[in-house]
């Protein structure tokens, strides 16, 4: 042992102390001498509970006391330090493992040495150790069991790991692809350009990224040579100097397959007329075709995320509830509805909602398809007109000779009563019975002539002389509030009709505005000669390429109403009060317009007044479907980009349609609001605007003030269905000099545009 007269044995405890290591000093009978700081911390027991102790008396566990002694042996005739590993038990039980170094150390006496073991303790390290351990046989069996590819390689790019899945998806096994090139599994055509960006990967510092994104689509390459496409990530990692590259590797042929398949389906979707939409249970719109852009006008951008309750249910909305309750209780719902439009034009739909569920059978969205019938119910509307016109000339025809023969004795008997009598009151009461008698048959007749179709005599006429005659008469009975103006040209063209029937549209026309303008006003009557292309004639109801006279009566009188207008033409439908109209008027016109082979054009707006216009085929030109000018010296454009806003469908088209038969390129609007949203986005290609000056949301003039605040420069071709009305003058007001007047020939199109460009 030590003795303190020749060793400091206080200097040394202090000593080892101070090192902060597991330090255990024991004399030759393997007795502790010194127990460091470092044991005393890990055991709990202090220097003085372990001094003269052996080790193995409480320290060690039973089955290493054996080892420690043998250890203590060896060290003590080998005189070699000896590496060892024990476990001890600490004061509370807990078992720490330890890592010894022991050796002798010398005394200066020549007395026996001591032993001097200092250790580590290892619990925590060999505890990572195995968890790591236990970490890489779970991440080994992850990667053996993972649905993808999993191949990692060197930086040769030599093949050092093949997961099973990669050999289930190459058709090689493990064995033989280790070692060799990764290349073998790339299409030859892309080989350089992997090995290139996989350089690159490393260079640039990255540790992972998708494959996509480097070489945008890829394939793989099966054993049997075929090829197939592939999503891949790699990353990148490094083991000492060396650089390994995983890539997991995904096939993606089902998904492709799937993918085509879906949008087939779409584009299917996209071609159907119908409007065909998917939604949630809430109402949320999930899925929008193109069908339901073109009934709705709402782009699925606009419409996909947006409640249908808010959309288009419009009057409906109230009625969703009652139609979700069949749908739930029967999977399916078959309705009508009226919809709105993103215009706010209502729309008639036959509906038709199918519950769509998910995997556990719950409900999971509702598919809808809406066909839109609108105008499907106004040519049922006026089929069943026509079968009503044609019951009601049966029984006119029926009963016409029954009441003529009534009527005849009454009118024979008056006339020969008038020569009877002198006296004042009864010349005067036969008066009244005579004319309530030709009143009576002038009516039969007259619903004979629209039930049963209008026939007279047909000749050459030179309407010139006929509306001169009617405006002279109607100027000189009409009231003096009201103003009458005649423009007809010397130049018009002959038709050929009954002058009569003809002189009888006019006067009805001229009648109706009259009463539309109580309080006076001026009623225009004019005429021009007119080339109908077939632009023009898509415009119009019943309307017809060929020559013709134009005959315009416009009135600035109380206007009308849509739903009004859209039922003027209708037998016995009329706005005036009970005793002052049939409304056979302009049932008539219609009647006589269409057996002369023309065709009918109205446009009005509430408070700003009414214009009919009248087409008559001229006599010297044949009517035919073909216009005999053509269009070869039309001007044509050159990809320049027309924005066409109008709240009217067809005539949106209609006018796309010219344009870009012409050379131009058209971008359509339905309303002000996305008018000024288009511009907006594309004012550096727009090259001119063609608008409508009455629309909903933002009018003709609010659309083109606010297209000029974006760009004061901005090109404008004003359009509106009142010819010579204050639209031109309201749209020359905002700096619009071309105005065009629906409708409008394509030649007039054109022209108008090539006139509007001159100035870019």
């Not at 299409?187 to 350009?193: G, K, T, V």
């Not at 490094?238 to 085509?260: C, L, M, N, P, Y």
């Not at 009563?417 to 008698?437: H, P």
């Not at 050159?638 to 131009?664: K, M, P, Q």
């Amino acid at each position: 042992m030590v003795q303190d007269d020749d060793y400091d044995g206080r200097l040394v405890s202090a000593f080892l102390d101070s090192a902060g290591a597991l330090i255990v000093v024991l004399d030759s009978e393997a007795r502790i001498t010194h127990f460091s700081r470092a044991c005393v911390d890990v055991t709990g027991y202090s220097e003085d509970e372990v001094r003269g102790k052996h080790v193995w008396d409480f320290l060690l566990i039973p089955e290493e006391v054996d080892g420690a002694k043998r250890a203590f042996h060896a060290l003590q005739t080998e005189r070699r330090p000896k590496p060892f590993e024990n476990h001890w038990v600490t004061r509370t039980g807990e078992k720490r493992l330890i890592a010894w170094r022991s050796t002798y150390l010398p005394m200066a006496d020549g007395s026996d040495p001591a032993a001097i073991s200092i250790g580590i303790d290892l619990t925590e390290h060999r505890q990572a150790e195995l968890a790591l351990r236990q970490g890489q046989a779970q991440l080994a069996s992850i990667v053996e069991s993972a649905m993808d590819a999993i191949i990692t390689v060197d930086s040769d790019q030599n093949v050092v790991m093949f997961n099973a899945a990669a050999e289930r998806m190459f058709g090689c096994s493990a064995q033989t692809a280790i070692g060799n090139p990764l290349d073998g599994f790339i299409p030859e055509r892309f080989r350089s350009a992997h090995r290139t960006h996989v350089d690159r990967f490393g260079s640039e510092g990255i540790t992972r990224r998708s494959m996509g994104e480097l070489l945008g689509g890829i394939w793989g390459l099966r054993q049997s040579g075929e090829e197939f496409p592939i999503e891949a990530s790699i990353s990148q990692t490094e083991v000492g100097r060396q650089k390994f590259h995983t890539v997991i590797i995904r096939d993606v042929t089902a998904r492709r397959r799937s993918e085509e398949r879906l949008r087939q389906q779409a584009a299917l979707l996209d071609e159907a007329a119908d409007a065909i939409l998917v939604r949630d249970l809430e109402g949320q719109i999930l899925f929008w075709n193109r069908g339901a852009e073109r009934v709705y006008g709402w782009s699925a951008a606009e419409a996909v995320g947006t409640n249908s309750l808010q959309l288009y249910l419009g009057e409906f909305a109230g009625q969703i509830e009652k139609a979700k309750q069949v749908l739930l209780q029967k999977g399916e719902w078959l309705g009508s509805a009226r919809h709105l439009t993103k215009s706010g034009k209502p729309i008639d739909v036959e509906a038709r909602w199918t519950l769509v569920r998910d995997d556990a059978g719950e409900p999971k969205s509702v598919l809808v398809i809406n066909t839109d019938v609108t105008d499907k119910k106004k040519l049922e509307a006026q089929f069943l007109r026509a079968q009503r016109m044609e019951s009601i000339g049966t029984l006119a025809g029926g009963i016409a000779h029954d009441i003529n023969n009534i009527l005849s004795p009454i009118l024979m008997s008056v006339r020969l009563l008038q020569m009877k009598v002198s006296d004042d009151d009864s010349l005067r009461l036969l008066s009244v019975l005579q004319k309530s008698a030709e009143r009576g048959g002038a009516m039969v007749k007259q619903v004979l002539e629209f039930a049963r179709g209008i026939q007279g005599d047909r000749i050459v006429l030179d309407p010139k002389h006929l509306i001169k005659e009617i405006t002279k008469t109607l100027a000189e009975t009409l009231p003096k509030s009201i103003e009458v103006e005649c423009f007809v040209p010397e130049d018009v063209w002959p038709v050929t009709g009954d002058s009569t029937q003809i002189h009888q549209v006019l006067m009805n026309l001229c009648i109706n505005a009259r009463d539309a303008m109580p309080r006076g006003g001026i009623l225009s009557v004019k005429a021009e000669n007119s080339s109908i292309d077939e632009n023009f004639a898509r415009m119009i109801l019943d309307g017809t390429p060929g020559k013709f006279v134009c005959v315009t009566v416009t009135d600035m009188g109380t206007g009308m109403p849509a739903d009004v207008l859209s039922r003027v033409f209708e037998p016995f439908f009329t706005t005036k009060d009970h005793g002052k109209g049939t409304g056979l008027g302009l049932s008539t016109v219609l009647a006589i317009v269409k057996g002369h082979g023309g065709f009918v054009d109205v446009y009005s707006e509430p408070g700003k007044g009414t214009q009919f216009r009248v087409y008559f085929p001229a006599a010297k030109y044949p009517l035919t479907r073909d216009i005999p000018e053509e269009l070869s010296d039309a001007p044509l454009g050159h990809g320049e980009v027309i924005l066409v806003v109008d709240d009217e469908l067809a005539i949106r088209e209609i006018t796309r349609s010219t344009l870009e038969a012409f050379g131009y390129n058209a971008l359509t609007a339905s309303d002000g609001t996305e008018a000024v949203a288009l511009y907006a986005q594309n004012r550096d290609r727009i090259k001119v605007v063609l608008t409508d000056m009455m629309m909903p949301y933002l009018d003709g003039v609010a659309t083109i003030r606010a297209l000029q605040k974006i760009d004061p420069k901005v090109r404008i071709i004003a359009s509106s269905g009142l010819a010579d009305s204050e639209k031109a003058s309201e749209a020359a007001s905002v700096g619009v000099k071309i105005f065009l007047s629906k409708p409008y020939t394509a030649d007039e199109l054109l022209g108008a545009v090539a006139e509007t460009l001159k100035g870019e």
